[in-house]
């Protein structure tokens, strides 16, 4: 399993990462998303066949890139 905590700074509050959440998690693969809207981080946790260009594409799609 493949695990990344990246700096996302459009998130706010805890609806962000819930919409994050959400977005993220139904790829098939993702096994968790965890996020921390005070230190503007997400941590994701996959494997196969998600990758992480889907996940960071996914949340582009949210609107909410990773730095």
């Known amino acids: 399993m493949e695990s990344k905590t990246v700096n996302v700074p ?3 509050c805890g609806h962000c990462v819930m919409n994050i959440k ?4 139904e790829l098939a693969g993702v096994k968790s998303v965890e ?3 005070n230190a503007k981080q997400i941590t994701v ?8 260009e ?3 594409a996914a ?3 949210a ?3 990773a730095a």
């Open 63 to 65: 609107g909410y890139p």
């Open 10 to 12: 459009g998130i706010h």
């Open 54 to 56: 889907q996940i960071a």
């Open 22 to 25: 959400r977005e993220v998690g």
């Open 35 to 37: 996020g921390d809207p």
């Open 45 to 52: 946790q996959w494997e196969a066949p998600a990758t992480w």
């Open 59 to 61: 949340m582009q799609d």
